[in-house]
């Protein structure tokens, strides 16, 4: 599941002539729900990969977060 997340969200935003700001954000969105998630998992294994991923996903997002936001609010459609 944790994966397939990451593939789904690839496929919407590279498989767009133009990913708007709507569809990236949607698809963060999605992937942050479900790394908080798969934390809460009973195995050890993933709940230590997901720390890893979790904390590689929130240096890069904290640096954009509010840029895609503003992006998605003053998107016209």
């Known amino acids: 599941m944790l994966l397939e997340v990451f593939n789904v969200a690839t496929h919407v935003i590279l498989g767009s002539e133009y990913p708007i700001a ?5 698809e963060v969105f999605r992937i942050k729900h479900v790394l908080d ?4 998992d ?8 997901t720390w890893t991923m ?5 240096k890069y997002w904290s640096e954009y977060n ?5 992006a998605n609010i003053l998107d016209h459609r």
């Open 37 to 40: 998630k798969a934390i809460k």
């Open 22 to 26: 709507n569809l990236y954000l949607t």
């Open 42 to 49: 009973n195995y050890l294994f993933m709940q230590d990969m």
């Open 54 to 58: 979790k904390a590689k996903f929130d």
């Open 66 to 70: 509010m840029v895609m936001a503003l």
